[in-house]
């Protein structure tokens, strides 16, 4: 028997990948080192189409159409690399490696050159959305070959969230440009994260909001131009009892933020690129403050807060809608800003306007506005920031006096905003013609000798202070 695609790792978001292409009408056979998982997929498979699953690589492999098209979803780092070392001395010249995991885009580089000197192609895609989004309808961002994408086309396309009619999922560009979107991809997740839970932290405590109250704050800004997958789940997550019986869930889970490093790779290469991503940075640090959690305690003991005086809740909810919108904009316009710099930078030539179009939908950022955003990217193709849009202009200038407001009050009362802070303040800065770096400029050229350029006339220059 042949089978038309193989998936190696059928853990939770293999197994759900796999049975979504068996599902929609392609052949499919899995393997796994460990045979129960071959077993549970064996069994999920049975009754979903025609799929199979190995725990022996041998005949995983003569098992397998050739062209053989092989996708791994296995964890990022050095077990990819195993993966390929197992995979290679089985291959023929011209088959195809797919990389569907977090990998860091210098990683991709790295095994693309080496699996050509093999003659095998690599495709680097990045899939969001989670299990659920793995086995209904992921957001694919596959880079690489080319050449042999419209191989795997087909197969993407059925499997990929459909909005509109359109599936989401395209060819990005060449080498790591699926891995690099979606590593961009993931550090607007965390800033988009951020900024909801400072929502959070703002209704509870200046508005005195219950749990369930929150929740259907969050229901009702799920209804407008909030709507995003984010929200939705926020809403649906204050709801939750626990179920172990002690009440709400939400107040039982300890507010230490985990991560496995996508949120950083973006700062860290935002950083080398010269592109400010300020609302994701921040996101990464509160991710590492919120890891002291005794030293917090500690510390809050020794500090006093500023005295709250409770805002009416109609109104805090009428603060917080478009200061969220706002920054979920900036924190779109940061991460756009750095695939376009990232596109000239590394030659992905990436297409803004496709890219808001493959997130509309299965990916975790997932949000009624990134259609708005395409549009503005596809009316006009040489749009180098989502501020300079005519589209959003108007927009973002309603917002602001209210977000002034909300981060002003915040701040006054001690609630921690800085990702809703460093929204506004990235804001003022990108809209300020003449920023103090004059000065900074003065006090290099002061120090070191640094030179400075000057506003009336080219060249560099130098002062004995
Ligand atoms: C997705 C997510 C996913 C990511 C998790 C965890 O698009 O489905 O981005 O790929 O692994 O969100 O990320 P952290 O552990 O770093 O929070």
């Known amino acids: 028997d042949t089978y038309e695609f193989g998936l190696v790792g059928l853990g939770v978001m293999g197994r759900n990948f796999i049975l979504n292409v068996a599902e929609n009408g392609f052949s499919a056979l899995g393997y796994d080192l460990m045979p129960e998982k071959a077993e549970a997929l064996r069994e999920e498979g049975a009754a979903v ?31 990819v690399d195993q993966v390929i070392e197992d995979l290679l001395p089985k291959l023929d ?78 060819y990005l560009g060449p080498g790591s440009a699926g891995n690099y979107v979606k590593m961009v991809h993931n550090g607007i997740e965390y800033g988009m994260m951020q900024l909801t839970g400072e929502c959070y932290q ?15 704050v969050f229901e009702r800004w799920n209804q407008g131009r909030l709507q995003s997958f984010l929200v939705e789940i926020t809403s649906e997550i204050f709801g939750k009892e626990d179920p172990m019986g002690t009440g709400e869930l939400i107040d039982k889970i300890l507010d230490k933020a985990r991560q496995k490093g996508t949120g950083k790779w973006t700062s860290q290469n935002g950083m080398d690129l010269g592109i400010p991503v300020p609302t994701i940075d921040i996101s990464v640090s509160m991710r ?14 020794r500090y006093k807060k500023p005295a709250v005086s409770l805002v009416d809740k109609n109104l805090l909810e009428a603060l917080c809608e478009p200061s969220l919108y706002f920054a979920f904009l900036m924190t ?26 493959i997130w509309r939908a299965g990916c975790i950022i997932r949000a009624g506005v990134l259609d708005d955003i395409a549009s503005a990217f596809k009316e006009e193709a040489a749009l180098e920031h989502l501020l300079l849009s005519g589209e959003f202009t ?28 460093a929204s506004l303040s990235y804001f003022d800065a990108f809209t300020t013609g003449r920023l103090p770096m004059n000065l900074i400029q003065a006090q290099r050229d002061y120090f070191g000798s640094h030179t400075y350029e000057r506003t009336d006339r080219e060249g560099s220059f130098h002062t004995e202070w």
């Open 49 to 79: 189409g025609k799929v199979a699953a190995s725990s022996d690589l041998n005949e995983f492999i003569t098992a397998l159409a050739k062209p053989r098209k092989i996708m791994l979803l296995v964890p990022a780092g050095k077990i």
């Open 93 to 170: 010249t011209g088959d195809l490696i797919i990389d569907g995991g977090n990998s860091h885009f210098r990683d991709t580089d790295r095994r693309e050159a080496y699996l050509k000197s093999k003659g095998i192609y690599f495709i680097g895609a990045g899939v969001s959305g989670g299990a659920e989004g793995a086995r209904r309808g992921p957001s694919i961002m596959p880079g690489g070959a080319q050449e042999v994408y419209p191989e795997i086309q087909p197969i993407f396309e059925a499997v990929a969230a459909n909005y509109a009619g359109s599936p989401c999922v395209a």
């Open 202 to 216: 703002i209704l509870a405590q200046l508005g005195g909001f219950d749990n369930s109250e929150i929740r259907t």
């Open 288 to 301: 590492a403050i919120s890891a002291f959690k005794t030293k917090r305690e500690e510390a809050e003991k």
């Open 332 to 357: 779109y316009a940061q991460g756009l800003h750095q695939l376009r710099e990232a596109s000239n930078e590394y030659g992905y030539n990436l297409n803004l306007a496709t890219i808001s179009e």
């Open 394 to 421: 108007e927009r973002i200038t309603a917002c602001i006096p209210t977000v002034r407001k909300l981060v002003s009050k915040a701040i006054e009362s001690g609630i921690p905003v800085p990702a809703l802070s």
